[in-house]
């Protein structure tokens, strides 16, 4: 099956800048998206992407894609101690309505 | 406002008894879809509906069922919980013909 990849954990301290990356190996992916899940809690989503855009901006969370390489990254500019979190990248395809997510980047803020 | 809940939010269970996690959202969504979170797996999906009537196994499906009676609701079976389905279930749904898919607040399942 198609397959998204994503490092376990980053680190980070308050005020710098975050980038957690994914790969994805489906060619004819239309959506990527970015999740979170603050601990205890469902998923909530990000941002997405459509495939034939590069870069997506809303306000601190900048989204680039690389179809080439099939790779997707969120840059959260700022990080604050409440961005901790686990982050997950998905992908969907065609007219498929199902996500594949990634196995989640457990991003945590040290003050 | 409209919400996606599920119940129980925890269960501690014994191998071989069967078992029903309740899954409901207000949205009016066609779609339904039930996941399982593992360490180092991320979401797996296990069954999702189109529709009242309509059930398709996922990825991860064995040893678990569905069934679609109504718009708002998708109950997932444990037929005879194994202690490999221990674990974190969530519920999600979307719109027909849009891929946002909003999540409920999950169940931790334990099965001894």
């Known amino acids: 099956g198609e397959d998204v990849e994503q490092s376990l954990f980053l680190s980070v301290r308050e005020g710098d800048s975050s980038v957690i990356n994914c790969t994805y190996t489906?060619?004819?992916?239309?959506?990527l998206y970015w999740y979170k899940q603050e601990p205890g809690a469902g998923l909530q989503l990000l941002t997405y992407?459509?495939?034939?855009?590069d870069m997506k901006q809303d306000q601190r969370l900048t989204v680039l894609l690389n179809k080439k390489d099939k790779h997707l990254s969120l840059r959260i500019a700022d990080t604050q101690t409440g961005d901790s979190a686990i982050y997950f990248c998905?992908?969907?395809?065609?007219?498929?309505?199902?996500?594949?997510f990634g196995s989640g980047t457990q991003l945590t803020v040290l003050p | 406002d409209a919400e996606i809940t599920q119940s129980p939010r925890h269960k501690i269970t014994e191998t071989g008894r069967q078992v029903t996690l309740a899954c409901h959202q207000t949205?009016?969504?066609?779609?339904m879809f039930w996941y399982r979170q593992d360490l180092g797996h991320g979401l797996r999906l296990i069954h999702y509906?189109?529709?009242?009537?309509?059930?398709n196994k996922g990825e991860v499906s064995d040893g678990y069922s569905v069934s679609r009676s109504n718009t708002e609701d998708l109950p997932l079976t444990l037929e005879s919980a194994a202690s490999s389905q221990t674990s974190v279930y969530f519920c999600?749904?979307?719109?027909?013909?849009?891929?946002?898919?909003?999540f409920g607040p999950g169940t931790r399942l334990t099965v001894l």
């Open positions: 998905a992908e969907t395809s065609g007219s498929a309505r199902q996500l594949t």
């Open positions: 992407i459509f495939s034939n855009m």
């Open positions: 949205w009016n969504h066609n779609n």
């Open positions: 489906d060619s004819s992916s239309t959506y």
């Open positions: 999600a749904s979307s719109e027909a013909g849009v891929h946002e898919q909003f």
């Open positions: 509906s189109y529709g009242v009537q309509d059930t």
